[in-house]
């Protein structure tokens, strides 16, 4: 699939991408987050960009592991359940 350029708006500065059509919408989303966030720090009183957008990073990376980790405890939860089900089922079938 062709990719569609596009520009988005981080930190007062445009950037040229080309995304997937089907990820325009998530692309541009993100950006607005990343702005929505910045504003949220420049209100903080926090004036250095860099800094705000290294805060920002951080955020994002702590929140994807809490994801992540929370996702491994529910696949777990899934596989024990799965596991109990197997043994109360398979000695009734299987007799």
Do not use: N, W
């Not at 991408?17 to 903080?44: F, H």
Request: proline residues 3%; contains cysteine; hydrophobic residues 40%.
């Amino acid at each position: 699939m062709e990719e569609l350029p596009i520009r988005v708006k981080i930190a007062d500065r445009f950037y040229k991408l080309a995304v997937e059509p089907e990820s325009e919408a998530i692309v541009r989303e993100a950006a607005k987050l990343i702005q929505d966030e910045l504003k949220k720090y420049r209100d903080k009183g926090l004036t250095d960009t860099q800094e705000a957008l290294a805060m920002i990073a951080f955020d994002c990376l702590v929140t994807k592991l809490r994801g992540e980790r929370q996702m491994q405890r529910l696949q777990q939860m899934v596989f024990d359940k799965i596991t109990q089900l197997d043994q109360v089922v398979t000695p009734v079938i299987t007799t």
